[in-house]
C-alpha cells in the first residue's frame, strides 16, 4: 500500500513524542486514523554534552535510525494476538513499517468542572497499570511488602501527565469520570491484555513483572472501552530468570533486588531486568527465528 497518501500534511492531528497521528479522510480506511510511529527519541543532554537516549525521560533529543519500524513491529504482533483472542483494541492492520491503522477513540478523560478556580485542571486521560509481582512504585509505596511477591495483576488507575498521580477507582466512579460497571469491565480488560503479553513473553523465555496501558472510547457504536494507543517495550517491565515458588511468589529475589533508602526516598531495581533495547531485540529475534 502506499502510506504517503495516508499521511498528508494536512491531515496530521497530533504529533507527540514517538508517533503521528493522522485523520484518513478517502479511500479504504476513510474515517479511520493512521499511526507513523517515528524515529523520534526522547532522553537527556548530559553534563558533558552528550545525548543519552532513554525513554524514561519526556524530551526528544534525536532521533534513532529504524526506531519507529521496530516500534510497530513490537505492536503489531501483539494486537495481532490480542485480535484472535477476542480481546478488544482500536488495531485495525498494519500497512507498513511503520505505519498502522486504527479506529479513532477518545482516552478515557473529564473536562474541568471549574475552570474559574485557580489550580483546576480537567483529566486528559488515564493509565492502567496491571502488576504480577511486586516492584517500582508498588513496592516504593508499599515496603512492607516482599519484593517480587505475587500480586495477581492487581490493576492500578494512574492521571497521566507531568506528574502520574495514583488515583482509587472509588473516586473516578464517585467523580463521575466512570459507571462502577465500566470500572468493572476496566479491570477484566486490564488483565486479559495483561495475561496475553505475559504469556507471549513466558513462551519466549521471558517474564513480564508489570506494565501499563491506555484506554479509551470508540468514537464510532457506543464508545465501548478498548485498549488503544500502543504496547511497547517502554511501558513493560520484563525480566529473566523468574523462579516461581508456591503461590507463584519469585524464589530467586534475595540474589536479584536491589534496593536503596537514601534521603526518604527507596529505590528497587531487579538484576535480572531488560530494557526496552534488550527486550525489543530478545522478542523480535524469536518472533523471527
Not at 511488602?145 to 507531568?162: D, I, M, S
Not at 508456591?246 to 531495581?269: F, L, P, S
Request: proline share 4%.
Amino acid at each position: 500500500m502506499d502510506t504517503k497518501r495516508l499521511l498528508k500534511k494536512e491531515n496530521l492531528i497530533y504529533q507527540g513524542k514517538s508517533k503521528n497521528v493522522y485523520d484518513i479522510k478517502a479511500g479504504e480506511f476513510a474515517g479511520k486514523y493512521a499511526f507513523l510511529f517515528t524515529d523520534r527519541a526522547t532522553g537527556y543532554v548530559d553534563k558533558d554534552g552528550q545525548v543519552v537516549y532513554d525513554p524514561g525521560y519526556d524530551n526528544v533529543v534525536g532521533e534513532i535510525s529504524g526506531k519507529g519500524a521496530i516500534a510497530c513491529q513490537f505492536a503489531s504482533r501483539f494486537f495481532k494476538c490480542l485480535k484472535e483472542k477476542g480481546v478488544p483494541s482500536h488495531y485495525i492492520a498494519t500497512v507498513g513499517e511503520n505505519v498502522m491503522i486504527v479506529e479513532p477513540a477518545t482516552p478515557i478523560s473529564m473536562p474541568c468542572q471549574s475552570p474559574e478556580f485557580r489550580g483546576a485542571a480537567p483529566l486528559v486521560n488515564l493509565e492502567f497499570t496491571w502488576r504480577n509481582n511486586a516492584m517500582g512504585s508498588f513496592w516504593r509505596r508499599y515496603p512492607f511488602v516482599r519484593p517480587c511477591v505475587n500480586l495477581h495483576q492487581v490493576v492500578e488507575a494512574w492521571t497521566k501527565g507531568a506528574s502520574d498521580i495514583l488515583i482509587t477507582f472509588e473516586a473516578l466512579e464517585a467523580a463521575g469520570v466512570m459507571t462502577g460497571s465500566e470500572i468493572d469491565h476496566v479491570k477484566r480488560l486490564v488483565q486479559a491484555i495483561a495475561q496475553v503479553v505475559s504469556d507471549e513473553l513466558t513462551a519466549r523465555g521471558m517474564h513480564a513483572i508489570d506494565g501499563k496501558f491506555e484506554l479509551g472510547r470508540l468514537k464510532s457504536g457506543d464508545g465501548k472501552i478498548v485498549l488503544i494507543d500502543e504496547i511497547s517495550p517502554d511501558v513493560l517491565r520484563v525480566c529473566r530468570g523468574y523462579v516461581p515458588g508456591e503461590g507463584g511468589h519469585c524464589q530467586a529475589y534475595r540474589e536479584c533486588i536491589v534496593t536503596e533508602h537514601r534521603e526518604g526516598k527507596r529505590t528497587i531495581r531487579g538484576k535480572k531486568q531488560l530494557d526496552s533495547d534488550a527486550l525489543k531485540e530478545a522478542f523480535l529475534s524469536s518472533e523471527s527465528a
